[in-house]
């Protein structure tokens, strides 16, 4: 079952505050950088990387399972459309959206080759999917300071700022269970869709990865979508403007 974010929307935006010291949102900008058109962002939450976007003159569509974190979306981003969806099954047709976003969203997937998959689906040949999530920091001398903080400071933050002390000891353990860098990357490159290229960055330290997925081009005569991973591209970087 997916997990419940409606019990700490009201403190969710402020915790992150806190928990990243301001970070969050600076991770947010990169990500977004060089987007432009018609986004989707999907597990889009309290809105933060729905603003983001439209900063950018972006056209946002959000869509999340928890209505109440939509609620407080709505008041970020008056206009844009907001939908209760499940990204297992977007609402969409395929190859609708220029871009598609997902902010800390994918670790939380029940399955997550679906969710990725559907991502794909609605993503335009051509177009981009940009994923952050948060990681395990590979650095010996980082990881016991980040152990120390996740499994100690975090869960006494979310209990004395949420009252929920259970919801911030999910949180590094779902960090710790999901798949990161390059292993994360396969599973997009076993995708049912073609993949033109990926890359990820590490930022600040790799608590945090940015992954850049591009969606092939469509070439006329060939099919877009194909069920054969091994001919899909391998990971390699993405010359684009996020890697200046
Ligand atoms: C950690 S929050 C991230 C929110 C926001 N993207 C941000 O940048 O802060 C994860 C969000 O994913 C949503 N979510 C989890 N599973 C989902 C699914 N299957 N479909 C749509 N949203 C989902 C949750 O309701 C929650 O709002």
């Known amino acids: 079952m997916a997990y419940d974010f409606s019990t700490i929307a009201c403190t969710y935006d402020?915790?992150?505050?806190?928990?990243?010291?301001?970070l969050d949102r600076c991770w947010r900008k990169r990500a977004v950088k060089?987007?432009?058109?018609?986004?989707?962002?999907?597990?889009?939450?309290?809105?933060?990387?729905?603003?983001?976007?439209m900063k950018q003159g972006c056209s946002v569509t959000g869509v999340d399972i928890s209505e109440e974190m939509l609620d407080i979306a709505r008041l970020k981003v008056k206009g844009e459309r907001l939908m209760l969806a499940d990204v297992e099954s977007l609402p969409f047709e395929d190859n609708t959206f220029d871009a598609v976003t997902c902010a800390f969203g994918v670790r939380n997937f029940v399955h997550l080759e679906q969710g990725l998959s559907e991502m794909l689906r609605v993503l335009k040949p051509g177009g981009t999917m940009v994923i952050l999530e948060l990681a395990t920091p590979d650095s010996p001398i980082i990881r016991p300071f980040y152990n120390f903080y996740t499994k100690h400071i975090i869960p006494w933050l979310g209990s004395r700022i949420a009252g929920n002390r259970e919801a911030y000891i999910y949180l590094p353990e779902s960090i710790?269970?999901?798949?990161?860098?390059?292993?994360?990357?396969?599973?997009?490159?076993?995708?049912?869709?073609?993949?033109?290229?990926?890359?990820?960055?590490?930022?600040?330290?790799?608590?945090?990865?940015?992954?850049?997925?591009?969606?092939?081009?469509?070439?006329?005569?060939?099919?877009?979508c194909h069920i054969n991973p091994k001919t899909v591209a391998k990971v390699r970087p993405f010359?684009?403007?996020h890697n200046t």
């Open 176 to 224: 710790e269970r999901f798949p990161k860098g390059d292993d994360f990357l396969k599973v997009i490159l076993n995708s049912q869709f073609s993949i033109l290229s990926c890359c990820q960055q590490r930022l600040t330290f790799g608590v945090c990865r940015l992954y850049i997925i591009n969606k092939e081009v469509a070439v006329p005569g060939r099919p877009l």
């Open 34 to 53: 060089g987007l432009h058109g018609n986004v989707l962002d999907v597990a889009c939450g309290t809105g933060d990387m729905m603003v983001e976007l």
């Open 14 to 22: 402020r915790l992150n505050r806190i928990m990243t010291f301001g």
């Open 239 to 241: 010359p684009g403007p």
